[in-house]
C-alpha cells in the first residue's frame, strides 16, 4: 500500500518558478516508477516526467527542457522542478507510483497509486 500526498502548488507569473514535492509514505517496494501528471480543464491527462528506482529518467515534449523530476536518497519524496513557466503549463498536477519498472508500464498512465493533485496557476 502507498499513500501520495503533493504539496508546493501555487500561483506564480509566467517566467517564474515552482518547486512541487510528493510526499510517499507505506511501502518503497510498491513506488519503483514514479510520475509527475497534469490535466487541464477540458483537457487530458498528459504525463509531465517520470522517473525509475535507480535515477532513469523521462520527460513529455512539451516540457523543453524546462523541468526536472527527482527523488530524495530514502525514496521517500518525489520533487519537479518547473522553470520558465508559462500560462499553458496551468493545470493540476498528479505524483503517480507503480510497483513495476517504468519500462513495463504498457500504457502511459497505467499507474496503481495517485495523489490527490496540487494547482498551479500562471499568469501573464
Known amino acids: 500500500q502507498v499513500q ?3 504539496s508546493g502548488g501555487g500561483s506564480v507569473q509566467a517566467g517564474g518558478s515552482l518547486r512541487l514535492s510528493c510526499a510517499v ?12 501528471f497534469r490535466q487541464a480543464p477540458g483537457q487530458e491527462r498528459e504525463r509531465v516526467a517520470l522517473i525509475d528506482s535507480d535515477g532513469s529518467d523521462g520527460y513529455g ?12 536518497t530514502a525514496k521517500t519524496t ?11 503549463d496551468s493545470a493540476m498536477y498528479y505524483c503517480a507510483a507503480d510497483p513495476n519498472y517504468c ?14 493533485g496540487t494547482q498551479v496557476a500562471v499568469s501573464s
Open 25 to 36: 509514505s507505506g511501502s518503497v517496494y510498491r513506488s519503483v516508477c514514479m510520475a509527475w
Open 4 to 6: 501520495l500526498a503533493e
Open 103 to 116: 519500462f513495463e508500464l504498457l500504457e502511459e498512465d497505467d499507474f496503481m497509486y495517485w495523489g490527490q
Open 61 to 72: 515534449d512539451f516540457v523543453k527542457g524546462r523541468f526536472t523530476i527527482s527523488r530524495d
Open 78 to 88: 518525489l520533487y519537479l522542478q518547473m522553470n520558465s513557466l508559462t500560462p499553458e
